[in-house]
């Protein structure tokens, strides 16, 4: 049996957890494969590709390996109802995510492994357990959507557990699919616009300037589970909510040149027993004639409820975007963007090593009490986060919180760490050189840098969630920066051990030594850093 390695292969990534912090790797050598067989237009959806299929081969291995638990290590084996099994399951994925399952994985070498081999026509092969086969055949329709095939290779010494190497290669294509657009003539445009109304059920609605409806399109009746008569158009016009006639019939259809408007999302009760609604996408214009001509296209997401949607003017969603989103922590953000490109839309927990640093202002409690009437605190702070902030953004790190005068950053780079905080530093010095000039107090920083491994996941209820870096990481983080002087970047020996195997930081270290941490048994030993000049 294979043993388990690190998915830090260059070539090789060995999953159990799809919280493994691969898919940058996989991402990076997916694209130097296609380099190499000159297809890099067709990265995107090979990346998309791989992830899907490792995904899925992902899920099929902790199915299957769960039941195993249950069935023969736990003597389950009255459980026998497909249905019962399924809700342990999702039970115990929804309690603990799947880190206690990727466990039993390591500790058993059951893996899925993502290679990059180098050699001719291929560009990555899966190999995984025989039941796992299923699951990634499932993209297969993509596989030859992309001029890919699937090509199955018994693995050698591997009986009975691998039922293969999944090789995926690129098949011989017409290059002819990477040539320029060309645009269309008017009269493709119409074809092709027929096409879709018909294939995507869009309907159309006619109103009168006063609002009373002209025509309709018999689809959108049964859109909404009503029968198409004239005692159902009398339904679906008292449905309509009177908001949509203010906002769009009276008001910007009379406000806006040519009377034109586009996505008013508005939801509609439909004609079964049960409550349900519809969430519409509306888009209009009025013609010389003042009739108004609206397109209706149902909306829905992933086959669920739209209910989270709002209704009302898109526009006006995206200004309240505006407003929210610099509340929004830049690592959920970021990972929300990569979750939605890979065709997901979850947050899940996720495993990594990570350099955690804490930035405080020493004394800053005192000074508000000094300083309250004087100037204005918010200003002061803000100041120094902002500059804070930038040396954040500049050097690769995310912004996990701010905490009163104090801030968490992550890195995934632990010298970009060290390197952002003395910047941090030196910003420090000319603010203070500016403040005394003012006759005002000084305030300094102190910067403590821990590097480990974490779980970066959902803390909190559905109501309100933080996606934030949880372990003793994280703690012994603060722990460092509490004992750090001021105007000083305090680092542990972790820290100081993954950067030296790196190339040659251009900073200095102080002397070793160690410090008590509260709630730590052993001593920690941990140094300064200083800039090399």
Known sequence: MMPFVESDLEHKLVITSIGQNIWGTLRSNTATALDRLKLRPLLEPTVFLLHQMTVHAIKALHYNVFKQIILHDFGFSDIDHEIEFDAMFENEINEHGDKNIAKFCRENSLYVMVSFPDTEDTIAAISAPCFCCD????????????????????????????????????????LSVFRPPVLMSRYDQETSSREIFTQLSYSIVCFNSLGTIQSLSPSLLSQLDLKENESSVAVFLSAIPKRFYNDVIWGV????????????????????????????????????????????????????????????????????????????????????????????????????????LFCDIVGFTTYVEKNEKEESIIHTLNSILRRISLSVKK???????????????????????????????????????????????????????????????????PERLDWTAIGDVVNTASRIEKNCRPEHVLISQSMRDVIETGEKPDFKYGETFSIVAKGKKNALPVCYVYSAD
């Open 135 to 174: 699951a990634i055949r499932l993209n297969d329709k993509l596989i030859k959507t992309l001029g890919y095939r699937l090509e199955i290779q018994e693995m050698a010494g591997q009986p009975n557990f691998y039922s293969g190497t999944l090789n995926l290669y690129r098949q011989r294509m017409d």
């Open 253 to 356: 259809m009379m406000d806006t040149p040519h009377g034109k408007f586009e996505n008013y999302r508005m939801r509609l009760k439909t004609g079964d027993d049960h409550g349900t609604s519809v969430l519409f996408n509306v888009s209009g214009f009025r013609d010389s004639q003042g009739i108004i001509h609206t397109l209706w296209q149902e909306i829905s997401l992933d086959g669920k409820n739209s209910s989270a949607l709002s209704e009302g003017s898109i526009l006006n969603e995206a200004r309240v975007h505006n407003i929210t989103r610099n509340y929004v922590p830049q690592l959920v953000e970021q990972k929300a963007r990569e979750v939605v490109r890979l065709g997901g839309n979850l947050l899940s927990n996720e495993e990594c090593h990570i350099a955690i």
């Open 395 to 461: 050097h690769g790190g995310f912004i996990d919180k701010f905490m009163g005068d104090c801030i968490m950053v992550l890195f995934r780079n632990p010298r970009d760490a060290v390197i952002a905080a003395l910047e941090m530093q030196n910003h420090s010095v000319d603010i203070n050189f500016l403040r005394e000039r003012a006759n005002l107090d000084r305030l300094l920083l102190r910067i403590g840098i821990h590097w480990g491994k974490v779980v970066i996941g959902n803390v909190g209820t």
